[in-house]
């Protein structure tokens, strides 16, 4: 089974695919429509599984694909290019995403929204099944890049992962919305 049949079985049939104009990483984004909710579109990479990553703290090795998930109304393209470049931009830095972890704040994700940060996260809204691949070598797991807001990544920075988590379970906020207003 190939990866992305892996993620076919637990998200249904590829939609539509978008490919970085790089051939030193070829890799691509591709789009699931109404997952992991009616009315929802999840992208995941593609080929970012061809780079091993370090496990912080230990001599193993694991690789990745990215998880993104927003409602329909958010253009697709952009989110796809976003996607891309994040993952350029993780590839350059050769650096392991844990979960916890916060990169930003920036620019917005996407032009027009408020969301200029991430937060990597287990993929808690997919089935569990999803989110580890373990038919290659290393193991492939599937992150989840949630949009945050400016004062949530510093309020992570400052607080610490699970501080924020505990916010996110109290507050229950649509993390789908790329222009939801912050927790904090």
Known sequence: ???????????????????????????????????????????????????????????????????????????????????????EFILSKGCFLSPGDVIGPSQPIIDNVAANAVFISHPMIFCDELAIFKETSPWTIF????????????????????EFADLLEYNNPDLLDLNRPSII
């Open 1 to 87: 089974m190939s990866i992305a049949d892996h993620l076919e079985t637990y998200l249904g049939t590829i939609d539509w695919g978008w490919r970085l104009n790089d051939r030193t990483h070829p890799i691509q984004a591709v789009r699931f429509n109404n997952q992991p909710f009616e009315g929802a579109i999840t992208y995941s990479t593609l080929g970012m599984s061809d780079f091993a990553f370090a496990l912080p703290g230990t001599s193993k090795q694991v690789s990745m694909e990215l998880l993104f998930t927003a409602w329909k109304n958010f253009p697709s393209d952009e989110i796809a290019s976003f996607l891309l470049s994040f993952c």
């Open 143 to 162: 992150p989840w890049v949630i949009p945050i807001m400016e004062q949530e990544a510093y309020f992570v920075k400052s607080n610490g992962w699970s």
